[in-house]
Protein backbone atom coordinates (compact mmCIF):
# COMPACT_ATOMS: atom_id res chain seq x y z
CA UNK A 1 0.00 0.00 0.00
CA UNK A 2 1.78 3.44 -0.74
CA UNK A 3 0.18 6.36 0.92
CA UNK A 4 0.88 9.95 -0.19
CA UNK A 5 1.55 12.83 2.58
CA UNK A 6 2.37 16.32 2.31
CA UNK A 7 4.48 17.76 5.11
CA UNK A 8 4.68 21.83 6.51
CA UNK A 9 2.17 22.36 3.23
CA UNK A 10 5.44 22.02 0.69
CA UNK A 11 7.05 18.74 0.82
CA UNK A 12 5.27 15.66 -0.92
CA UNK A 13 6.18 11.95 0.26
CA UNK A 14 4.39 8.74 -1.00
CA UNK A 15 5.54 5.58 1.60
CA UNK A 16 4.85 2.40 0.56
CA UNK A 17 3.99 -0.04 3.67
CA UNK A 18 4.99 -3.64 2.85
CA UNK A 19 4.13 -6.10 5.28
CA UNK A 20 6.71 -8.92 5.36
CA UNK A 21 7.17 -11.65 8.19
CA UNK A 22 4.83 -10.26 10.66
CA UNK A 23 6.49 -6.53 10.56
CA UNK A 24 6.23 -3.55 8.18
CA UNK A 25 8.60 -2.25 5.97
CA UNK A 26 8.61 1.48 5.07
CA UNK A 27 9.63 2.86 1.72
CA UNK A 28 10.04 6.34 0.72
CA UNK A 29 8.92 6.10 -3.17
CA UNK A 30 8.65 10.14 -3.39
CA UNK A 31 10.43 12.66 -1.09
CA UNK A 32 12.33 16.33 -1.62
CA UNK A 33 15.59 15.56 -3.38
CA UNK A 34 18.58 14.31 -1.11
CA UNK A 35 21.13 17.87 -1.31
CA UNK A 36 24.14 16.63 0.87
CA UNK A 37 24.10 12.70 0.50
CA UNK A 38 24.84 11.81 3.48
CA UNK A 39 25.22 8.28 4.80
CA UNK A 40 21.87 6.26 6.16
CA UNK A 41 23.03 6.87 9.75
CA UNK A 42 23.02 11.03 9.57
CA UNK A 43 19.51 10.49 6.97
CA UNK A 44 17.97 7.29 7.78
CA UNK A 45 17.23 6.92 3.98
CA UNK A 46 18.97 3.75 2.03
CA UNK A 47 19.73 4.07 -1.21
CA UNK A 48 16.85 1.12 -2.00
CA UNK A 49 14.26 3.97 -0.37
CA UNK A 50 13.90 1.89 2.42
CA UNK A 51 13.49 3.73 5.58
CA UNK A 52 15.94 2.88 8.14
CA UNK A 53 14.28 1.73 11.16
CA UNK A 54 16.35 0.75 14.45
CA UNK A 55 16.66 -3.18 14.83
CA UNK A 56 14.45 -4.46 17.72
CA UNK A 57 11.59 -1.43 16.74
CA UNK A 58 9.94 -2.19 13.39
CA UNK A 59 6.78 -1.32 13.31
CA UNK A 60 3.93 -4.77 13.87
CA UNK A 61 1.28 -2.88 12.98
CA UNK A 62 -0.16 -0.38 10.03
CA UNK A 63 -0.33 2.65 12.87
CA UNK A 64 2.96 2.30 14.16
CA UNK A 65 4.60 1.96 10.72
CA UNK A 66 2.35 5.23 9.80
CA UNK A 67 3.26 7.13 12.76
CA UNK A 68 7.66 6.24 11.82
CA UNK A 69 6.87 7.51 8.75
CA UNK A 70 5.18 10.45 9.99
CA UNK A 71 8.68 11.12 12.31
CA UNK A 72 11.11 10.34 9.18
CA UNK A 73 8.88 12.75 6.94
CA UNK A 74 8.98 15.37 9.43
CA UNK A 75 12.89 14.61 9.69
CA UNK A 76 13.97 14.27 5.90
CA UNK A 77 12.13 18.08 5.77
CA UNK A 78 14.23 19.42 7.83
CA UNK A 79 17.41 17.45 7.05
CA UNK A 80 16.87 18.58 3.16
CA UNK A 81 16.98 22.71 4.53
CA UNK A 82 19.81 22.30 7.14
CA UNK A 83 21.90 19.19 6.96
CA UNK A 84 20.71 18.46 10.13
CA UNK A 85 18.46 15.15 10.56
CA UNK A 86 16.82 15.42 14.06
CA UNK A 87 17.80 13.49 16.73
CA UNK A 88 15.42 11.54 19.58
CA UNK A 89 11.96 9.96 19.69
CA UNK A 90 8.49 11.75 19.71
CA UNK A 91 5.11 11.25 20.02
CA UNK A 92 2.49 11.16 16.55
CA UNK A 93 -1.06 10.21 16.08
CA UNK A 94 -2.29 8.60 13.17
Known sequence: MIKRYRVHGRDDYAIEF?????KFKLFAREH????YGKS?????LYSSGEICV???HE?????????IAVHW???WS???RTGEF?????????
Open 18 to 22: VASAG
Open 32 to 35: PADP
Open 40 to 44: VSECH
Open 54 to 56: AAG
Open 59 to 67: PVTLDRAKA
Open 73 to 75: MEG
Open 78 to 80: QYV
Open 86 to 94: PQGSRRVSV
